[in-house]
């Protein structure tokens, strides 16, 4: 589930999960393949670079990378890939904004609507809840890479950062979509680690609920990310 507060630690809880599962690799490989639709070479094609360095920082074996380059680009046959954003209700009501892709829209649909089904969620209709969200970019900076903090914060948003964060031990980055190539790019120059670095979808307002909706949400969300199909699923959880 995506959020900022506590970032890092739903981030590093998703990934182990992902990697318990045995998942990640299938749906970093579809990612691949995706991006790979607009270009071969991660040089001229940043969506395949990203979706190549998000699969080399999960440990992802170089000919799975280059085989899901190659699919992607036409040099493999296979199945047809295609993303897919699904809209939907948690428990409470709660807006669900579910990201994937699947070789098989008619099989995935069925699937994703069952699994909202048995934990109190529905599929919701078309623009019934991304309204909600914005595309955005999510940049994270650990304080350890840092010499001047607020000098830096000053250049991100010259540089084009729509906000910059500080909590959690560190920096995050919100930047306009258009602009986070660049914001990214930045940073490379100046040597600056990023520990995450994305195209997220942001509620636009967020809410607070009580601790038993929450444990209902992340029960409902993880049953979601376990499918092999899904990708992430946003909440406009506080």
Known sequence: MSGHSKWHKIHRQ???ADAKRGNIFTKLAKNIAIAARNGADPEMNYSLRMAIDKAKSANMPKDKIEKAVKRGSGQLEGEQLESVIYEAYGPNGIPLLIEGVTD???????????????NGGSLG????????????GVIRLSFDDIENKDELILELIDQGAEDVKEEDGGLTVITFFEN???????????NLK????EIEWLAKEKQTVDEEVLEKIDKIVDRLEEHDDVNNVYTNLD
């Open 14 to 16: 998703k990934g182990a």
């Open 104 to 118: 098989n829209k008619n099989r995935t649909t069925p699937e994703i609507k069952a699994i909202l089904s048995k």
């Open 125 to 136: 209709a078309q623009n019934s809840v991304k309204w909600m969200f914005e595309h955005k």
């Open 180 to 190: 986070f190539e660049k914001v990214k790019k930045y940073l490379e120059e100046k």
């Open 194 to 197: 990023t520990d995450y670095a």
